[in-house]
């Protein structure tokens, strides 16, 4: 049973644009909703996370949107640059046993 | 944050090996944790590495599969054992900083069993 469902696959976006990725979840005990970005051959990096007592996070170009009701939750990249290209993952936990479940991953690629 | 490193970052093994992983964090942390991500794919949880006790593993991972050591808060190692094709991934290895709910991963170890 896959608990967070990540999409698109893939996505393909032209330099200044705006990369939107979604996630939905299925367990309304998860409490905490972080994103994370992973280049080839590194480990995923935290880029962002959101709790559900918010309904919006930013941090410079990357915001997280969030609706508790529909159980959604999406990462927009603003103003997208070719080294944001990379693989991001959603993911969610819950309370603080730190077990994320993850999303199966968005790779963007953004185009010069 | 933490700094966490890993070895090997990649190896190559034989069918019926078995290889240790070594993490190494700058911290003293109380959840480490080992995940699985197959080439092109999301990450699995394998377990969650318990200081002074014996891991804890998730459904489709057994200990002796993937016997994990914690001997204090800032290392752990994953042993793959009799190894197959089928455990080529990459293995991370992630930590959870108390008092918060984030967690950051290692850069990695490639394995690939020919």
């Known amino acids: 049973q896959q608990q967070v469902k990540q999409s698109p696959q893939s996505l393909i976006v032209q330099k200044g644009g705006i990369s939107i990725i979604n996630c939905a979840y299925e367990n309304t005990a998860f409490d905490y909703f972080p994103w994370y970005q992973q280049f080839p051959g590194k480990g995923p990096a935290l880029l962002i996370a959101i709790r559900p007592d918010v309904s919006e996070k930013k941090e410079g170009r990357f915001t997280i949107s969030f609706n508790k009701s529909a159980k959604q939750f999406s990462l927009h990249i603003m103003d997208s640059q070719p080294g944001d290209s990379a693989t991001y993952f959603c993911a969610a936990s819950k309370g603080s046993n730190y077990k994320l479940t993850f999303g199966k991953g968005t790779l963007l690629t953004v185009n010069p | 944050s933490a700094v966490i490193s890993q070895k090997p970052s990649r190896d190559i093994c034989q069918r019926g090996t078995s290889l240790t992983i070594q993490c190494q964090v700058d911290s003293q942390v109380t959840m480490m944790f080992w995940y699985r991500q197959q080439p092109g794919q999301s990450l699995t949880l394998i377990a969650t590495?318990?200081?002074?006790?014996?891991?804890?593993?998730e459904s489709g991972f057994v200990i002796d599969k993937f016997p994990i050591s914690r001997p204090n808060l800032t290392f752990s190692t994953l042993t793959v054992s009799n190894m197959s094709p089928e455990d080529s991934s990459i293995y991370l290895c992630?930590?959870?900083?108390?008092?918060?709910?984030?967690?950051?991963f290692g850069p990695g170890t490639r394995l690939t069993v020919t």
């Open positions: 590495a318990n200081q002074g006790s014996e891991a804890t593993y």
């Open positions: 992630s930590v959870g900083i108390s008092g918060t709910y984030e967690q950051y």
